[in-house]
Structures are given as structure tokens and as C-alpha cells.
């Protein structure tokens, strides 16, 4: 995943956070507007200071929190020192403490210093109320400070919901960056053994032969001279293999295939569907498990999938993803190599790209239908 596909990932879970939250704020808001009003003007000071509050949080969650951190808390701070001291209400406390508590969490450098002023700002209000307030001392004490603080501890603990559902979020995105390196890091292990298999299983023979021709060489120079033959034969099938192997040309079982692309798919937290609706025969199957295997790659590799469907039917093998990124389709290589091997069998492969969706299709005229068989996950 590029720094840019990360900042847009991010830019949606933040977006999709404020969904969440913006909801519930914007109820509580609204009832503590119908509760405390007592007239319009009242109703509509209040629904300044909530809409203000809205606007923050999405600015926030859209990474432009900077710019409206300051005129949003002298907006919520007004509106809640004209609610209190002018108009008896205290449900402006609920706006100006989200927008209060948000400011002290993006400002990390001045932390302190931003809890101890608004802190010492509502000190200064809540004691200018008691002084100027006409009722018992203790009545008016229990009104706007003990209902202020209740209120604000409101909008205190939304604002901590907002960060935590956020952070969970990211995680979850994070988590899933992982397990998709971690499915192609898996792959990459897997073509390492097959390269094991093949390499390994000669060198150790062409290692005893060399030893046996060795001891052959002065007593038997015939018998010799066949180990060196057979030695040079094995190492030439060794380089065609190892070459089929690096052009994906080497013999794949397609059921294989199918089996191993849903486990990457599962293990990379990407929902996958294969229908098989039939069986093709042993030709068709090696090189729709090519495209297969390469798609899967490319899928893990390029792709913000979410859901999968893999579609195998007697004309060949279809794979569709969403995630795909806007604008050109991107440079395949391993895709177009393929594309000239399957037009070779006389087929077509064709790749479609719209609305956030890639398509890659195999057709095969050869395939040959076997039975049919449906593996939903």
C-alpha cells in the first residue's frame, strides 16, 4: 500500500467515524435544545453552538481540524457564556466541552496549557454566574454548575467515543494492510519452495553423480562417461523447469489454485465466493491456474479489496474484486504475459475496470465440462 492509498484509507475511516458519532451528538444536542430553550432566541443560540460543534468534528475527521479549532471553541465559548449568564440555560456546556476536549487531544505540544485555560475559563464563568445570580446561592450552584458539568461530562465522553471508535477503525485497517502483506509475503515463500523442489532435488543428485563418476573416470571411462551425460541431461531440464517456474509456465493444478487463492484471500480479511460450475481438463486447468495465481497477486498487491468472486464454467474462469483504484487501468505485466499464452490455446483473456470494480476473464474454448459443484464462503 503507497503513502497516498494509506492518507486516503485514513481520510475514509475518519469519514466514516463521524458517521458514527455525528448522529448521536447531533441527538443529545437536539434534545437538550427542545429541553432548555424556552424561547427562539434561546433555540437558536444553541443550535449555533451545536452546529459549530458538528462543523469541528468534521473538519476533524476530514484532517482540516487546524483551521477551525480556534473559531470553534470562541464560537461554543460565547454561545456558552450567553447561555449561562444571559439566558439561564446550560446545555451550551455540551458544545463548548466537545470542542474543548478536541482541542486538548490535536494539541498534544500545548496540551496542558489548553486544559488549564479552558478549565480556569469555565471557573471564571460558573463563579461570574454565582456572584450576579439573583437566586439562593445554593440553588443557583446546583443549576448551572452541577448541570453544566453534568452536561459537559455529556459531551466529554462522546468526544472520547469519537477517538476510540476512530482508533479501533484504524487498527482494523491496519490489521488488514498486514494480514494482505503478510498473504503475499506467503506467496513469495511459496515460490521459494517450488524453486527448493526443483533446484534442490538436482543439485543433491548432480552432487552424488559427480562423485560417482569421479570414482569411474580410471576404472570404468564408459560408465562414466553415461553419468556425465545423465548429469548434463538433468541439468537441462532443471533450467527449463526453473524457467517455467519464473514465467508461471510451470504444471498447476487448478484446485490447487483455487483453494490457495481462497486462503490467501481469507487470511488478507477479503470475503472470496468460488462457484464451479464445472471442470475443464488438465491443459485448461493449468493455465486458467496461471491466471489465477498471477490475478490473485495483483489483487493482493494493488487492490483495497473487500469481496472476491471467482466463477469457473466450461468456458473458463472469471475473477471479479472491488477496491479497484480510480483511472487508467493499471500495468499488468504477469497479466499481459498470459493474455499471448491464452490466446496461443485459442482463447481470450480480457481485464474491465468501472465503478470500483476489475474483472479479469479467461476464456477458454477448449474446456470441457466434468460435474458441477458450488463452494460458497
Given at each position: 500500500m503507497t503513502s497516498g492509498q494509506s492518507e486516503k484509507t485514513q481520510g475514509q475511516l475518519r469519514t466514516l467515524n463521524f458517521g458514527i458519532v455525528s448522529g448521536a451528538i447531533s441527538a443529545v444536542g437536539a434534545l437538550l435544545v427542545a429541553g432548555d430553550a424556552r424561547t427562539w432566541w434561546d433555540a437558536l443560540l444553541m443550535g449555533v453552538g451545536l452546529a459549530t460543534t458538528l462543523l469541528v468534528v468534521n473538519r476533524w475527521t476530514v484532517s482540516r481540524f487546524s483551521r477551525v479549532v480556534l473559531p470553534g471553541l470562541i464560537v461554543t465559548a460565547i454561545v456558552w457564556v450567553v447561555?449561562?449568564?444571559?439566558?439561564?440555560?446550560?446545555?451550551?456546556?455540551?458544545?463548548?466541552?466537545?470542542?474543548?476536549?478536541?482541542?486538548?487531544?490535536?494539541?498534544?505540544?500545548?496540551?496542558?496549557?489548553?486544559?488549564?485555560?479552558?478549565?480556569?475559563?469555565?471557573?471564571?464563568?460558573?463563579?461570574?454566574?454565582?456572584?450576579?445570580?439573583?437566586?439562593?446561592?445554593?440553588?443557583?450552584?446546583?443549576?448551572?454548575?452541577?448541570?453544566?458539568?453534568?452536561?459537559?461530562?455529556?459531551?466529554?465522553?462522546?468526544?472520547?467515543?469519537?477517538?476510540?471508535?476512530?482508533?479501533?477503525?484504524?487498527?482494523?485497517?491496519?490489521?488488514?494492510?498486514?494480514?494482505?502483506?503478510?498473504?503475499?509475503?506467503?506467496?513469495?515463500?511459496?515460490?521459494?519452495?517450488?524453486?527448493?523442489?526443483?533446484q534442490g532435488h538436482t543439485l543433491h543428485v548432480v552432487k552424488l553423480k559427480l562423485a560417482l563418476a569421479r570414482k569411474l573416470v580410471r576404472v570404468d571411462t564408459e560408465r562414466a562417461e553415461d553419468e556425465l551425460q545423465e548429469i548434463h541431461t538433468l541439468v537441462g531440464e532443471t533450467i527449463a523447469q526453473t524457467k517455467e517456474l519464473a514465467y508461471a509456465q510451470r504444471r498447476l493444478n487448478l484446485s490447487a489454485e483455487l483453494?490457495?487463492?481462497?486462503?490467501?484471500?481469507?487470511?488478507?480479511?477479503?470475503?472470496?465466493?468460488?462457484?464451479?460450475?464445472?471442470?475443464?481438463?488438465?491443459?485448461?486447468?493449468?493455465?486458467?491456474?496461471?491466471?489465477?495465481?498471477?490475478?490473485t497477486t495483483n489483487i493482493l498487491r494493488h487492490a483495497q479489496a473487500r469481496q472476491v468472486r471467482i466463477t469457473l464454467s466450461t468456458m473458463g474462469i472469471t475473477i471479479v474484486n472491488d477496491g479497484a483504484r480510480e483511472g487508467p487501468l493499471p500495468d499488468l505485466r504477469g497479466l499481459s504475459t498470459l493474455r499471448q499464452r491464452v490466446a496461443d490455446s485459442a482463447g481470450e483473456l480480457r481485464v474491465h475496470q468501472q465503478d470500483g470494480w476489475f474483472c479479469t476473464a479467461a476464456t477458454l474454448p477448449a474446456a470441457t465440462p466434468s460435474d458441477t459443484r458450488k463452494d460458497d464462503q
Open positions: 447561555g449561562v449568564l444571559a439566558l439561564n440555560v446550560s446545555a451550551p456546556s455540551y458544545g463548548f466541552a466537545i470542542v474543548a476536549t478536541i482541542a486538548a487531544f490535536e494539541l498534544p505540544r500545548h496540551r496542558r496549557a489548553v486544559i488549564a485555560g479552558i478549565a480556569a475559563f469555565a471557573v471564571v464563568v460558573l463563579a461570574t454566574k454565582l456572584v450576579v445570580a439573583r437566586e439562593d446561592g445554593v440553588a443557583a450552584l446546583a443549576e448551572f454548575v452541577f448541570i453544566s458539568l453534568c452536561v459537559a461530562a455529556a459531551g466529554i465522553v462522546f468526544t472520547m467515543l469519537i477517538y476510540a471508535v476512530h482508533d479501533l477503525i484504524t487498527e482494523l485497517g491496519e490489521s488488514r494492510r498486514r494480514e494482505a502483506e503478510h498473504a503475499v509475503i506467503r506467496e513469495r515463500m511459496r515460490f521459494a519452495g517450488d524453486l527448493h523442489d526443483i483453494e490457495n487463492a481462497k486462503n490467501l484471500f481469507e487470511a488478507a480479511g477479503i470475503r472470496v465466493r468460488v462457484d464451479r460450475e464445472s471442470e475443464v481438463d488438465s491443459h485448461a486447468g493449468e493455465l486458467l491456474g496461471q491466471v489465477l495465481r498471477e490475478t
